[in-house]
């Protein structure tokens, strides 16, 4: 479990890096912490793994207080760092049984965990090649079997698939989905809004060292974008004239082929708006939820807070 | 105990591994271990032949020992490229991170670390000067004595920890590899000098003398580990990507210790000097106590030894009677020759000599400097109670008038500075090593400013218009 209430981190006397960010994220949860580079997502993660001292506020990790148990912490915690941190001249076997004394762990659970994570990842067939002769994408593979030769129960992954091949990218997220059934605490801090979109259940947009929004998808969209839109798509010309709408739906948008309708409860009005049309005779083809992604939430968040129009 | 040795030889195993498998550090270690000293061999025997030609003999019988200190000192330059690399390299290439998020202790990174940095350079220091012993034992020439030689080897062993303790502290307090190797100059510099101060007494011939090279350099480098440990900061090696200096907060930082809380000067003088003077207490009573010390010492040798030298018979006595006499008179022309302000300012420029020179040493050379003074004053005595003069009376006209706020001053300097050395070495988890250093020095220039002048200016005074008066009354008849 990770929580924290107005962390803060000030760097050179006068610059915040991080202000006041507040989290709680529960077993079997995951967290996509997203912002621009230089946003605070790293220094938020340092002050989380006990490697940065908060300069206000308090946090818990694994129910460990992160000023007072600094060690604790780093035990039970997973990071994947933004760079891989490979040491080049040991193998892929030699990393992992490095980090698996580090932490701590016994000379049969060592193997063991070495053995699957290399198997699991795909790296078992390079195990006694120098990590300096990866490609980008197996470094990377190297670097979260690293963070999870412990077995932790809380991960800080930053950046977890990047510069992975689609298939590795998708095992690795295959492997923190189970992570996450196997009540994990999960931060991840990405760019990738796709992968956030499909792993979080919470998401938090930073800027400037403040969270700007933390929520569901559903919640995010609906507060930065409106509420849900539908769009009833014609086989034809279709000219709908004056519509009765029910209470609730408001008309977003007309072409001649297609209408588009905000709506706050579709389960109740919905039906009302397909009987109005079928009502008229209009050549409906198709009437479904229009797609918005978390990229359009994301881009007119920041949009917002600089300052400037969200061209959507 | 065992579980810290395991953690410490965990990470100083991975480096030996790493160490041992990048050419860039095995083959010049190699070549230097297995060329110079064919080279050193070489160039010995020629000089051997050529000063045999001059009968140079104090030189040819410390040749040997200068050169097994020159052969094992250039393998120990590796020691510079092995620690500066150590954490900011590691930062560099992103490899620290992982390991700072592990639960090893601080302690067990540190020292792994510097073990690593020791080991390996001492290795080859030593196999060196092995193949350079085996070539010289072929040669006609005299060899050095095997305490000569556990000497050596053990200045050796003291360079390669100084080196790189110092090296170590700078690898953790750099943001990058450049700016760790600009730095080491820090570094090479002074061991370099000291490495010529140890020849001198290499060919000075006393072998014994080379225990205080030995001690000192011990000394300084069981501080400077105990600083690296101190500051040693996980926070400090993440926090920052650049090396920026921030001129407005320093200034602000500074300011507001040497300030403190006070509203006006008057203020300043009543509330925060007295505060600073509390904080002094104990480096006060050290220092202090030190001086006495060396100022009994001295007379006291003075005394017992200088007989041996010098023959006291009546008409030596008279003459170095007559000598202080002709220097009495000078006495008038004293204010002319030395005016007070410029008294004033050799004896302020002394005690920021002391401070510099406690600095770099974490008050210990500073402190010496100050004992030395003492222990004139001391020797001074000493020499009047052997030519006659009552001891006593000398340090009552001759230097109390003054040296109550001279010495008071100088030992309040001093112990300011001992402060601002054994702030550096102790820990705060708080601040990072520039801000212990500007507060110290805050501190430091509190005393300097509040009572280290004003007690100079009067004790200028005073030695320039007084005690030339008073010396002349309690010996009118010089």
């Not at chain 2, 303790?165 to 590899?177: L, P």
Request: aromatic content about 10%; overall charge neutral; some cysteine.
């Amino acid at each position: 479990m990770i929580e924290c209430e107005d962390l803060s981190k000030k760097y050179n006397g006068d610059f915040w890096a991080v202000d006041g960010v507040s989290l709680n994220i529960q077993p079997g949860q995951i967290l996509a912490l997203l912002g621009q580079n230089g946003a605070g997502k790293t220094t938020t993660v340092r002050m989380l793994t006990a490697l940065l001292n908060p300069t206000r506020g308090w946090a818990r990790v694994a129910g460990y207080d992160v000023m007072k148990h600094p060690h604790e912490i780093r035990a039970n915690v997973g990071v994947l760092t933004e760079q891989h941190g490979l040491y080049m001249r040991m193998t892929g076997e030699e990393y992992l049984d490095f980090f698996g004394r580090v932490y701590g762990l016994e000379s049969e659970t060592r193997k063991k965990r070495n053995q699957y994570l290399l198997e699991y990842f795909g790296l078992a067939e390079a195990a006694h090649r120098r990590s300096g002769e990866y490609s980008k994408g197996m470094k990377q593979k190297l670097a979260l079997a690293r963070a999870l030769i412990h077995d932790p129960s809380v991960l800080l992954l930053d950046e977890p698939t990047s510069a992975m091949d689609p298939e590795s990218a998708q095992l690795v997220r295959s492997e923190i989905a189970r992570l996450r059934s196997s009540k994990r605490t999960i931060i991840i801090c990405t760019h990738n809004l796709a992968e956030a979109e499909a792993l979080a259940d919470t998401i938090a947009i930073i800027y400037r060292g403040r969270i700007l929004l933390n929520g569901s998808l559903e919640e995010l969209k609906r507060k930065v974008l409106g509420p849900v839109e539908y769009e009833a798509q014609f086989s034809g010309p279709f000219d709908a004239g004056e519509l009765e709408l029910p209470e609730g739906v408001e008309l977003a948008s007309r072409s001649a082929t297609s209408l588009r309708f905000r709506v706050d409860a579709p389960l109740v009005v919905n039906p009302k708006i397909v009987h109005e049309l079928t009502s008229r005779k209009a050549p409906l083809v198709s009437f479904q939820e229009v797609s918005r992604k978390l990229e359009q939430v994301y881009l007119k968040t920041m949009a917002d807070a600089q300052g400037v129009a969200y061209a959507s | 105990m065992r579980r810290n040795w395991d953690a410490i030889w965990l990470v100083a195993r991975r480096e030996f591994q790493d160490q041992f498998r990048d050419w860039r550090i095995v083959v010049p270690m190699a070549l230097l271990v297995s060329v110079f000293p064919f080279i050193a061999d070489d160039t010995t025997r020629q000089a051997v032949n050529f000063m045999s030609r001059f009968g140079g003999e104090l030189i040819l019988d410390n040749l040997i020992p200068f050169v097994i200190l020159v052969i094992g000192f250039f393998p120990l330059s590796f020691t510079l490229v092995v620690a500066l690399e150590a954490f900011v390299g590691e930062k560099e290439r992103g490899t620290i991170e992982p390991l700072l998020s592990s639960p090893l202790e601080d302690k067990h990174l540190y020292l792994g670390k510097l073990l690593v940095g020791i080991t390996t350079p001492l290795v080859f220091s030593f196999l060196s000067i092995g193949i350079y012993l085996i070539l010289v034992s072929r040669h006609d020439v005299e060899f050095p004595s095997a305490y000569m030689l556990a000497l050596i080897l053990l200045l050796t062993f003291a360079h390669a920890i100084l080196m790189v303790s110092s090296a170590i502290v700078i690898s953790v307090q750099a943001t990058t590899i450049r700016s760790a190797n600009l730095m080491a100059s820090f570094v090479v510099v002074p061991v370099a000098f000291l490495l010529q101060g140890e020849t001198i007494l290499i060919f000075w011939g006393n072998e014994d003398v080379l225990w205080f090279a030995i001690l000192g350099v011990a000394l300084l480098s069981g501080l400077l580990v105990r600083l690296g440990l101190a500051h040693f900061k996980r926070e400090y090696l993440l926090g920052r990507e650049i090396d920026t200096l921030n001129f407005k907060n320093t200034y602000r930082v500074f300011r507001d210790r040497f300030v403190g809380g006070a509203k006006s000067f008057l203020t300043w003088y009543r509330v925060e000097i007295p505060a600073t003077l509390e904080q002094l207490k104990q480096p006060l009573i050290i220092v202090a106590g030190l001086g006495m010390i060396a100022l009994f010492a001295s007379y006291a040798w003075v005394i017992v030894n200088v007989p041996a030298y010098i023959e006291f018979s009546p008409e030596r006595v008279d003459d170095l009677r007559k000598l202080v006499s002709d220097n009495l008179v000078d006495l008038d022309q004293l204010r002319v020759r030395l005016p007070a302000p410029l008294l004033f300012f050799y004896n302020a420029r002394t005690t920021i000599v002391f401070l510099l020179m406690g600095l770099v040493s974490f008050g210990t050379l500073g402190l010496t400097l100050f004992m030395f003074n003492f222990a004139l004053v001391g020797g001074v005595l000493g020499a009047a109670d052997l030519v006659g003069f009552s001891p006593l009376l000398t340090f009552v006209v001759g230097v109390l008038p003054h040296g109550l706020f001279e010495l008071t001053a100088v030992i309040l300097a001093t112990a300011a500075m001992l402060r601002v050395g054994a702030l550096l070495v102790s820990p705060d988890t708080d601040k990072s090593l520039g801000e212990t250093l500007l507060l110290s020095l805050a501190d430091w220039f509190r005393v300097f400013i509040g009572l280290v002048v004003p007690l100079l200016a009067v004790a200028a005074v005073i030695e320039i218009y007084l005690t030339p008066v008073l010396i002349k009354m309690a010996f009118p008849f010089l």
